[in-house]
């Protein structure tokens, strides 16, 4: 009996150790967090009922100042920047909008931008899912928009994002450091 009662006891403890999550390492927390902006803002919060739908939808990492000068010596002037940091910004038009003046097809696309002190071009290009501006092909641009720079009084710590409503349309605005930029999108 008291064999029995050992084995038991060793089955019991081996089958409680098998249960047990082997330990995975995850990596660290990411110093420029990936974040989602929709238009309209609340788009991704509508409740039943509510008749709310996406129209465009922003995926991008936001890279933080730490005390650095960014546009001009960080990212510089005339040189194609990902909007944004680690894969390329991702831009959703869940209908067909107009930007430039220029039909879009509703589809996903990649966000660049070429920043200059005083003006800088917005880059709609149609190669998706790349790690920064490394293997950027200019080939593949849908539109390129050129709109002004607007400075800041206070800096901003995070690269951000966000919509404001316009008359034909919203307008995307992005702000880092003391630059803040606007894309008329219509639609």
């Keep these: 009996m008291k064999h029995i009662f050992i084995v038991v006891f060793a089955l019991i403890c081996f089958s409680a150790k098998a249960q047990q999550a082997t330990e995975v390492k995850f990596p660290a927390a990411d ?3 990936a974040d989602i902006v929709y238009f309209p803002l609340n788009a991704p919060k509508a409740k039943a009922g509510d008749l709310t739908k996406p129209i ?3 995926v991008y990492s936001r ?3 730490k005390g650095r000068d960014i546009f ?3 990212e510089q002037y005339g040189t194609v920047w990902r909007f944004g940091a680690n894969e390329n910004t991702e831009i959703r038009f869940f209908k067909k909008v107009k930007i430039g003046g220029k039909k879009i097809k509703a589809g996903t696309y990649s966000l660049f931008a070429i920043p200059n002190k005083d003006t800088w071009t917005i880059i709609i ?3 998706t899912d790349k790690w920064g501006a490394f293997s950027y092909n200019q080939a593949k641009d849908v539109i390129r928009v050129n709109v002004p720079v607007k400075t800041l009084a206070k800096p901003i710590e995070y690269f951000s994002l966000t919509f404001a409503p316009a008359t034909e349309g919203a307008n995307l605005i992005a702000g880092w450091d003391k630059t803040q930029v606007e894309l008329p999108i219509n639609f």
């Design 72 to 74: 001009g010596v960080l």
């Design 56 to 58: 465009i939808k922003v």
């Design 125 to 127: 290009n149609s190669e």
């Design 63 to 65: 890279p933080q100042k």
């Design 31 to 33: 110093p420029s967090p």
